[in-house]
């Protein structure tokens, strides 16, 4: 959660400076809005979202009585690893890509590395989601 903060403030001073750019007539483009763009879905949002789930989805505590039901620790981390190493190689590599064969190699790392994340948090959010293991008063 704390770093999906962290980058929506710097997605968002870097878009601000873009538009002050913009504004005073200036070319923007040499600010890497693809870039700015991917760091705030990935680094705010999809950061959010993957923290807000963890924390609030239902608990499975046969499957994870270590863990009071939450989930085996090394998954988060390696969510978190893969998606936030994936994303910055990525701001790095991008603007680097037509120049270097090093900066094509690490860009397509750094997509199989953010895949990656998305899998192993599907993996645990799927386990985790379950009907109820009853009904609410009143419905069918």
């Known amino acids: 959660m704390k770093t999906g903060i962290v980058a929506l403030i710097v997605a968002m001073g870097w878009g601000s400076l ?7 007539g200036k070319d923007a483009s040499a600010l890497f809005p ?14 959010t979202v993957i923290g ?8 499975d505590r046969a499957r994870f009585p270590k863990t009071q ?25 991008e603007p680097l890509v037509a120049s270097f064969t090093l900066a094509r190699t690490a860009l397509f790392v750094s997509a199989v590395m ?13 386990s985790r989601v379950r009907p109820p293991s009853r009904p609410a008063a009143g419905v069918r």
């Open 18 to 24: 873009m538009a002050i750019f913009e504004s005073l």
């Open 34 to 47: 693809i870039e700015h763009a991917h760091l705030a879905f990935v680094g705010w949002l999809v950061n």
């Open 114 to 126: 953010q895949f990656a994340a998305v899998l192993i948090f599907v993996a645990l959010a799927w």
């Open 52 to 59: 807000f789930a963890l924390w609030f989805l239902p608990l």
């Open 69 to 93: 039901g939450r989930y085996d620790l090394w998954m988060p981390w390696t969510i978190y690893a893969l998606l936030n190493i994936g994303l910055v190689m990525r701001l790095i590599s």
